[in-house]
């Protein structure tokens, strides 16, 4: 008997390939692993061109090698010290954004759910211009960005009565949680003496010019930990879709669940938006790509991610070269791109479906 | 019922009467109440006549021009769409109409004869577009799925807004008033401008206004009694195009003013469109002014932009609105 079943090996279920080797074996995906590997080969192409592309000119494959060390001296200068630190927050604001709208879309049962629709953004940037105006520290703004993210969310949940089961009354309610936390920055920065409104201008259109180095790390070290979380939260989040008495039925613990998508989404919007201020269309873009690509079935956490940072560096991209020497934020191409692409899923029919 | 409608008028009446007086009386600079009411009765010193007279009643009177168009329009967008979340700034017709003063200022135009022109012309496009959306199946029929496609429109016009200022420097401080909204610094002449708009728009209310009524018990029974929807429908576009192109282009863009007036008028005279309206010309100034009043004493000496305590007032009203178990249709 037992002879037998050994001899047979499994099959893998539709859709999966099984990966075996020395007894052990590992049941892959086979879309949304390919989906990732596209992505990642997207990624790396427009992070050549993106450091390859400035005032002074470069091949890319020689930009990507001077970004490693290797070449000329002057060459690995401008692209270290110059290019690369601000291709590295367009990468993690990016990925983080790209986390945090997945998430969110997932709880609210909502594709059109973003950091940005349900005030969490204004809520990160008021208290990030709070803190500008008021406490110098280098890492007060992500602090406070957190502080103010957790404070938007936990504002447009409890006014709204839950997240998943009111349908857009979350995202209206978050809406006007916004316009009021969105008053507030403007009235911090009229008071504000002219020096600190100008340090605190960034957060109010989304750029990535001005990237305090404090919050980046802190962004870097706060994705580190929110990523295996995302990927973990993932599993369970794909039962979230179900209504809640058939995934209670399935095992889920859905209001523990819940709560920690949503901590994650916050800690990832939150820490994002202290560097590169607001860019919500990314999260709701990101996201749409990822499932596109990865297929219907599962949460595609890493596509999400991979999807994000791609479509903020290459807005940044697009954003310095257009209009050159004119720089255009990467928060108003983000929004010239995601507006209409946001406008054509609440028009479409099939946009009252959950993601 | 007929003394609530008597107290309906009375009770804006008075308090816009307040609010004008403290507009006049209270202000971000040196002079004080009492010097001001000096001034308003005559008498008082050179400069505080000059205050009031040259700085704050034209602002006033701006304030209560814009207000009442902007609260008129809101009541009759949301007959119109039978939404009472359909607010011109919040579906995008403020920011088509600012969108297209901008963009006239970008091609070379002059702001003072194409503006108002322009303003309307962009908010009958914003108003269009509103309505496309509204009579989509789905959208239509979910009040609150209009009002994020209105953001999103908004959102949209916004971006194409900003990047024109990034590329034209040069009309960037010209423009900056009209992608913020305020009275202050807008002399009465500035009216002129829009006077015609907004008479026309005013007289296109006032023709429409029964047969939106009557839509509000469906199109079949308005047609049983003898009304025409569509061209109803379309009077009332044209007149809330009208009335918010022409307040855009002297105040720039103030959003929730058309969501607070017509909820405040409803809630003392009820659903009535014909009965809403009244009340509407009087709240609408009386927001308008009040926040202008508390945007100079807020931040003392400096002044905040109108549509910031516009948005503060608004905003909790939205929630209020979203909150209730069912958004009653209109």
């Known amino acids: ?355 | 019922m007929h003394t609530g409608r008597t107290y309906g008028l009375l009770l804006p009446a008075v308090a816009l009467l307040a609010v004008g007086l403290a507009s006049l009386l209270l202000g971000a600079g040196d002079v004080g109440p009492v010097r001001a009411l000096a001034a308003v009765a005559g008498g008082g010193d050179a400069e505080a006549a000059f205050t009031v007279w040259e700085l704050r009643w034209p602002r006033t009177l701006v304030g209560v021009v814009v207000g009442a168009a902007l609260g008129v329009a809101g009541a009759v967008l949301q007959a119109a769409a039978r939404n009472p979340l359909a607010e011109p700034g919040l579906l995008g017709v403020s920011a088509g109409a600012s969108a297209a003063v901008v963009l006239v200022l970008v091609l070379g135009g002059s702001v003072a004869t194409l503006g108002p022109a322009a303003a309307v012309l962009g908010a009958l496009a914003g108003c269009a577009a509103a309505f496309a959306m509204a009579r989509l199946r789905g959208v239509g029929d979910d009040p609150v799925r209009l009002v994020l496609a209105g953001a999103a429109v908004s959102g949209l016009l916004g971006a194409l807004t900003s990047v024109l200022l990034l590329v034209d420097q040069r009309t960037a401080d010209e423009v900056r008033f009209w992608v913020v909204g305020a009275v202050a610094g807008r002399d009465a002449g500035s009216l002129l401008g829009s006077a015609p708009g907004l008479l026309v728009g005013g007289l296109l209310v006032a023709l429409v206004a029964r047969p939106l009524a009557a839509l509000s018990l469906g199109d079949d029974v308005a047609r049983g009694l003898g009304h025409r929807p569509r061209r109803a429908r379309g009077g009332a576009v044209a007149a809330v195009a009208l009335l918010v192109g022409s307040a855009t282009a002297v105040a720039g863009p103030i959003a929730f003013v058309g969501l607070v007036v017509p909820f405040a008028a409803r809630a003392l005279v009820g659903p009535d469109l014909r009965r809403v309206l009244p009340p509407s010309v009087l709240l609408g100034p009386l927001v308008v002014v009040l926040a202008d009043v508390v945007s100079r004493l807020l931040v003392r000496p400096y002044e905040m932009p109108l549509g910031v305590i516009t948005a503060l007032i608004g905003a909790p009203v939205l929630v209020a609105v979203v909150r209730r178990r069912r958004v009653p249709a209109l």
């Open chain 1, 1 to 355: 008997m037992t002879s037998l079943t050994a001899a047979v090996a499994p099959v893998p279920p539709p859709g999966t390939a099984r990966l075996a080797a020395r007894g052990r074996s590992l049941l892959l995906p086979v879309r949304p692993a390919l989906a990732v590997v596209v992505l990642v080969a997207l990624l790396v192409a427009v992070c050549a061109v993106s450091l390859a592309v400035g005032s002074a000119g470069l091949r890319p494959a020689r930009a990507l090698a001077a970004a490693f060390g290797q070449g000329q001296g002057i060459e690995v200068v401008l692209v270290q010290r110059l290019r690369l630190p601000r291709l590295q927050a367009g990468l993690l604001v990016g990925a983080a954004l790209g986390v945090a709208g997945l998430l969110l879309q997932v709880v609210a049962r909502n594709r059109l759910a973003t950091p940005g629709n349900v005030g969490i953004d204004d809520g990160a940037t008021a208290f990030a211009v709070a803190s500008v105006v008021g406490v110098t520290a280098a890492y007060a703004p992500s602090g406070m960005a957190l502080a103010g993210a957790a404070t938007a969310c936990a504002l447009a949940l409890g006014l709204a009565g839950g997240a998943g089961s009111s349908g857009y009354r979350f995202l209206v309610v978050g809406l006007g949680v916004g316009a009021v936390l969105g008053a507030i920055t403007s009235l911090l920065l009229v008071r504000a003496p002219i020096d600190a409104a100008n340090a605190a201008f960034p957060w109010s259109v989304g750029s990535l010019s001005a990237r305090p180095p404090g919050p980046v790390r802190l962004l870097a070290i706060g994705l580190a930990l929110a990523l295996p979380a995302a990927v973990l939260v993932g599993r369970r989040l794909a039962l979230l879709r179900l209504p809640d008495g058939v995934a209670t039925s399935l095992g889920a613990r859905v209001p523990r669940v819940r709560l920690a998508a949503l901590a994650v989404a916050v800690v990832c919007a939150g820490l994002a938006v202290a560097v590169g201020g607001p860019l919500g269309t990314v999260a709701l873009v990101a996201p749409a790509a990822a499932r596109r690509l990865a297929g219907p079935r599962g949460v595609p956490v890493v596509g999400a991610a991979l999807a994000g940072a791609l479509l903020v560096v290459a807005a940044d991209l697009a954003g310095r070269t257009v209009a050159a020497p004119v720089e255009v934020p990467v928060g108003l191409v983000t929004a010239l791109v995601g507006s209409p692409y946001l406008i054509w899923l609440l028009l479409s029919p099939r946009s009252l479906k959950t993601p």
